[in-house]
């Protein structure tokens, strides 16, 4: 069973920034899709950013340039980079590891992220 455990979350004022972690178990980081996603109350969770295992990269549109994803694979752990956050980041973030074949995958349990002054 993969096991996804999200860190790194908190609240930080506009322009800010916060540095998530994804710690992977049971996987083998480099052979899988991961992605992190977010969800704000009322919104379907959308995609932020994902990395397949031959480092494509492929970023939602409202973060690029914003965010940057990142994985070392010798610690099996994903990172988000976040900056020049805006209210509008304001969210669940969820990290997501699936096989390329896999449409859905597993979730971690989702980290706060606030952003308000």
């Known amino acids: 069973q993969v096991q996804l455990v999200e860190s790194g979350g908190g609240l930080v004022q506009p322009g800010g920034s916060l540095r998530l972690s994804c710690a992977a178990s049971?996987?083998?980081?480099?052979?899988?899709?991961m992605g992190w996603y977010r969800q704000a109350p009322g919104n379907q969770r959308e995609l932020v950013v994902s990395i397949t295992p031959r480092g494509n990269i492929e970023y939602g549109a409202s973060v690029k340039g914003r965010f940057t994803i990142s994985k070392d694979n010798d610690k099996n752990t994903l990172y988000l980079q976040m900056n020049s956050l805006k209210p509008e980041d304001t969210a669940v973030y969820y990290c997501?590891?699936?096989?390329?074949?896999?449409?859905?995958?597993?979730w971690g349990q989702g980290t706060q992220v606030t952003v308000s002054s």
């Open positions: 997501n590891a699936r096989r390329i074949w896999d449409a859905v995958g597993s």
């Open positions: 049971r996987i083998t980081l480099s052979t899988f899709v």
